[in-house]
């Protein structure tokens, strides 16, 4: 016997728990941004809007 007690519990607990994290892993990678990615991503916008409008030719 190897001498180590292992709760079959705690360890199909402890599968269930490390294979909702590895989907909630690539969940994250494949939909989630930063909240630092997002509100670079929405300045990036509002620079790129206020450059077009400075650019807008006034109609006569």
């Known amino acids: 016997m190897s001498g180590t007690v ?3 519990r705690a360890a199909r607990k402890a599968r269930a728990r490390d294979a909702r994290r590895a989907e909630a892993d690539a969940n994250a990678a494949r939909h989630g941004r ?5 509100a670079r991503e929405a300045a990036e ?3 790129a809007r206020r ?7 006034d109609e006569p």
């Open 34 to 38: 930063t909240k630092v990615e997002k």
């Open 6 to 8: 292992v709760s079959l």
């Open 45 to 47: 916008a509002e620079a």
């Open 51 to 57: 450059r077009l409008d400075g650019h807008r030719r």
